[in-house]
């Protein structure tokens, strides 16, 4: 240890905060500094604790004595606290000694202490260190004493019976005092719990009897670890209010998530918080993944980084040998486990096993579950170390004895299967069946697991004909545990190899494995291959009553319209989907009937027939409500298409209703490609709703659900609902970063979603500022086709967008003649085509604009798309000022900023703000004082004089006992009839006024 303070050629050493074993000794990586230079890390989550310490600091440098207790589980950064200590103290020009606890130094008496005091004296003078010397007991005990100590011996070892230890006590507090001086003195102690004996009963005392003058002692250790009298006794001294305590809980997920910001910013918020969940909050551990996620690389196979698995091994290799094996054997068995097959699979007796839990206990390695028999590791990330350190023999004999006492005590296919796959070979049938059984139990909670023992029960079922059927049927089950973990290339090769073995003349099966397959390949975005091998099928003759013959009809549907309109089209067949339906109906499966009505009102939508898909959309909607979790969970193609659709008719309420029900089914069933595709249609309706930071949240956790899934149109979708979140949400750098991604992720398939990806980067690009940029991203899926080669479901926006480009670029006849191509009789078209005639003739008639504008508006509010009428206000507003009707533009620009602050939409926001700043400037002649307040009712007053004493909007209605809506509608007015179009405008009126009133009555 090294001293930091005001010792002759003093240097710091800066300790990072994380422990490593490194020779047989807990140590900490260090880099010497200077202390002027040293550089800085910023710590998460401990602003409480940090302001105590501050204060406890700011104690000690007026004379005062201060004890701190800092607890916490390993990696909870009771270090990282430390050193924010030792910086604090050392900038207030204190002497800071440090000393810390370690296993191997259990064994020397007051090892804690005289590490710390020793090295700060080997830096001091002789006579510096004669003067510091109380009594001649301190010798023994500070090597560098010993030679100013009248015949003292300069042995090391102290016992107990050599010194009086009162006296001694005594003489190191003196000792302690004296080193304080005039400037103060930090005594830092880590690792408390390692501490010998010797050194604990001396902190007791130091606790009990706290030195004399500014000093501050501060002692870091694991509770559940803690040298039993030194517990009691810092209890003791708590209670009494001797010391204070900083017990460190694991940081909180706000906490973590500004740590995760910092240490890896390309991680998106889904993929922060599955890193807290793995963590457990611990911030060392946090860390540890966070750079693994960083790094994209996979857990080494001694633990998950170096650094981590020394600090681990150092713990273990401390352990007893019979200790370490129930360990290693709990390691095997899995969390959560049992003493007594501890005790089998460990070869151990009873007593020793429970003598071994109380040691592992003691050190906090394993934690007891309640008062029963079971315990878990401290932290799974244990678990795995100690699995690591067992030899590959030792493994699989460990796994034996646990497959053999598991049978035994007729433990489940799911305990077992972890153990049977280690160790069986191949041709044997119980194992298989075995594992069969337990990937049955696991698909829903983890399909990857299932799918890996159904790797393992194929790779051991025997090869003979008679074993064809059942290894078919694994690999049916294979396929489908693959499809639910996003695993869809293996998937699909899976159905192929089952389909190889189906007979010619089994017509049922292969229907069922095709229309399996069918489902696999469209989510694989493969949309023309799909309608090729289903007409295929089709062309076979099926029965069209029977399920898998609807579910063929549904495929082909399905496939066709997500091929798109270029040159990928497939020409649809709307008797396929008509067919779909009334079989389904008469089959009285309701699930199936759901899927059947969705699918045909998609294939409805993409086309453009909006009436007849809205019929489809009323009938489904009704009955998908009506339907059981079961069902829903099968059928979620369906909801997501249901949606899809209804997002695209203006029922996004209904929208958002039905996903975020089936989402919970999705994700409690692992179905993680389901998930992505729900979470991007939820995306795209919470931005229909003007919900953008909902609709942001959707789309991030759409993208870390969707990373790793294979296919480049669930790449696309993604990243497409990323663009438009972010575009809105004001970040247009990002968002056109995600819309270039989603582009090149869709050149392959060129179906629907490549143009709606392309559109989408359009819309950021405008949003960004590059309006050329835009009209270029239009042309991609334009061409030469006009409006007629974009999907109708995206004609109107796209229409709208390209007005709002020409006009960007100076262009206002092209504006006007894409305003034109769309009809403002179309019912699901009416907003886009108002808004886009309202944008269009702003500049050349504004009156006609702002009726365009304020049309666009009430067909946007009707439909529920609050951020589109917040636009729409945004519109009418400046053709208001381009006819000169400044108050009634104020007014409709305080509408749409405060709509528009309420969708979250902050690039809206600010153009809202800084169009009413322009026209604040430019209004010339504000209307006198009186007069303007004279024109304005009671309530309106009201209204204005509490705008004026700085309350908001929510604060007004709760004062006034009226609705937030019903403010607005009053400082509307009041901006109206007052000239102004801001807030502080109307404080500016009221404050003149008073002024004015105030003149008069002096004069009078």
Not at 476 to 489: D, I, P, S, T, Y
Not at 648 to 676: I, N, Y
Not at 689 to 717: K, N, W
Not at 746 to 765: C, D, F, I, M, V
Request: charged letters at 25%; one cysteine or more.
């Amino acid at each position: 240890m090294r001293s930091w303070g005001n010792a002759p050629g003093y240097h710091v050493r800066r300790t990072i905060g994380y422990e490593l074993f490194r020779g047989g000794f807990l140590i900490e990586p260090e880099a010497i500094v200077n202390r002027d230079n040293a550089p800085t890390r910023s710590i998460f989550g401990r602003g409480a604790e940090l302001k105590l310490l501050s204060r406890a600091v700011t104690d000690v440098g007026r004379g005062h004595s201060r004890t701190i207790e800092v607890i916490g589980e390993p990696g909870i950064g009771k270090t990282r606290l430390l050193l924010e200590l030792r910086r604090d103290t050392a900038a207030s020009r204190m002497t800071v000694l440090t000393g810390r606890g370690g296993e191997p130094g259990r064994e020397v008496p007051f090892s804690l202490f005289t590490e710390a005091v020793d090295d700060y004296l080997a830096g001091l003078a002789q006579a510096d260190r004669a003067r510091l010397l109380a009594d001649p007991l301190l010798a023994p005990a500070f090597e560098h004493l010993a030679c100013v100590a009248p015949g003292a011996s300069p042995e090391r070892a102290v016992c107990a019976e050599d010194v009086e230890r009162r006296r001694l006590f005594n003489s190191v507090r003196e000792l302690l005092t004296r080193i304080a001086g005039g400037h103060g003195l930090a005594l830092l102690l880590d690792d408390v719990h390692w501490a010998d004996p010797d050194s604990a009963d001396l902190l007791g005392h130091l606790v009990r009897h706290p030195p004399a003058g500014p000093v501050l002692l501060a002692v870091a250790h694991r509770p559940k670890q803690a040298v039993a009298r030194l517990a009691a006794t810092l209890s003791s001294a708590a209670r009494y209010g001797l010391l204070q305590v900083l017990h460190l809980g694991p940081l909180t997920p706000a906490a973590a998530d500004e740590l995760l910001e910092a240490l890896t910013p390309a991680v998106g918020q889904a993929g922060r918080a599955a890193l807290y969940r793995a963590s457990g909050g611990n911030p060392f551990y946090l860390e540890v993944l966070a750079d693994a996620r960083r790094g994209g690389r996979p857990a080494e196979a001694e633990g998950p980084c170096p650094r981590l698995t020394a600090m681990l091994h150092a713990e273990l290799t401390a352990l007893r040998p019979q200790t370490l094996a129930a360990a290693q054997a709990a390691a095997v068995l899995g969390e959560p486990f049992d003493v007594c097959l501890v005790a089998e699979v460990a070869g151990l007796g009873t007593a020793e096993v429970f003598a071994a839990m109380d040691e592992l206990a003691c050190r906090d390695l394993v934690r007891q579950l309640g008062s029963s028999s079971r315990f878990v590791f401290r932290h799974p990330v244990v678990r795995h170390v100690t699995y690591r350190a067992i030899g590959a023999g030792g493994r699989i004999a460990a796994h034996t004895r646990a497959v053999e006492a598991l049978r035994a005590r007729g433990g489940s296919a799911v305990a077992m299967a972890p153990h049977v796959e280690r160790t069986a070979g191949v041709g044997d049938t119980d194992a298989t069946r075995v594992l069969a059984d337990a990937a049955g139990d696991a698909l829903d909670r983890d399909p990857a697991v299932a799918a890996q023992w159904l790797q393992t029960a194929l790779r051991l079922l025997p090869d003979p004909p008679e074993f064809r059927l059942r290894r078919r049927e694994l690999l049916l089950r294979l396929a489908e545990a693959h499809a639910r973990g996003g695993q869809l290339v293996e998937s699909e090769a899976a159905l192929v190899r089952a389909i190889e073995m189906v007979d010619e003349d089994d017509r049922d099966t292969r229907t069922r494995l095709v229309v399996q397959r069918a489902g696999i390949t469209r989510l694989l975005g493969r949309h023309v291959q799909t309608v090729s091998c289903v007409d295929d099928e089709l062309s076979g003759g099926q029965p069209a009553d029977s399920a898998d013959a609807v579910a063929l009809r549904l495929e082909r549907t399905v496939n066709a319209a997500l091929a798109g309109t270029g040159a990928c089209r497939v020409e649809p067949e709307p008797v396929w989907a008509e067919q779909a339906v009334s079989a389904a109906l008469r089959l009285g499966d309701r699930g199936l009937h759901v899927s059947a009505l969705a699918a045909a009102a998609l294939a409805e939508v993409v086309a453009g027939g909006f009436d007849a898909a809205a019929e489809l959309v009323a009938q489904a909607g009704g009955r998908v409500d009506r339907l059981a979790d079961v069902d829903v969970a099968v059928h979620l193609d369906g909801v997501v298409w249901l949606s899809w659709c209804e997002v695209h008719l203006g029922e996004s309420t209904a929208a958002v209703r039905h996903l975020e029900h089936a989402l919970v089914l999705a994700r409690a069933s692992g179905r993680s490609v389901d998930t992505t595709r729900l979470l991007v249609v939820l995306a795209a309706a919470q931005l229909d709703l003007g919900s953008v930071p909902a609709s942001a949240e959707a789309a991030e956790a759409a993208v870390e659900a969707g990373i790793g899934l294979p296919g480049t149109e669930l790449r696309t979708m993604t990243l497409y609902a990323h663009c438009r979140a972010l575009a809105h949400r004001g970040d247009t750098s990002a968002a056109v970063e995600a819309g270039l991604a989603a582009t090149r992720a869709a050149e392959p398939g060129r179906g629907l979603w490549w143009s709606l990806a392309w559109l989408a980067l359009a819309e950021a690009r405008l949003l960004h500022g590059d309006p050329q940029g835009a009209v270029t991203a239009v042309r991609a899926v334009v061409g030469d086709g006009g409006l007629a080669a974009v999907p109708p479901i995206a004609r109107a926006e796209v229409a709208e967008l390209v007005v709002r480009a020409e006009l960007a670029l100076g262009r206002p006849e092209a504006a006007w003649g894409w305003a034109e191509r769309l009809d403002p009789a179309e019912p699901h078209r009416a907003g886009f085509a108002a808004l886009a005639r309202a944008q269009a003739l702003t500049g050349s008639d504004p009156t006609a604009a702002a009726l365009h504008g304020a049309q666009a508006e009430s067909a946007f509010t009707a439909a529920g798309r609050r951020l589109l009428a917040g636009r729409a206000r945004l519109v009418t507003a400046s053709a208001l000022l381009a006819a000169g009707k400044q108050a009634k533009a104020a007014a409709e620009l305080f509408r749409a900023e405060q709509l528009l602050r309420e969708c979250g939409a902050a690039a809206l926001v600010e153009r809202a703000v800084a169009e009413q700043r322009r026209l604040a400037k430019a209004t010339q002649a504000p209307p006198e004082p009186r007069a303007g307040l004279a024109t304005l009712t009671a309530r309106e007053r009201q209204v204005a004089d509490l705008v004026t004493s700085g309350r908001t909007n929510r604060q007004i209605a709760q004062r006034l006992g009226v609705s937030d809506k019903t403010v607005e509608a009053h400082l509307a007015r009041v901006f109206a009839k007052l000239g102004v179009g801001s807030r502080a405008a109307v404080a500016s009126v009221v404050a003149r006024s008073r002024t004015a009133v105030g003149l008069l009555s002096e004069g009078a």
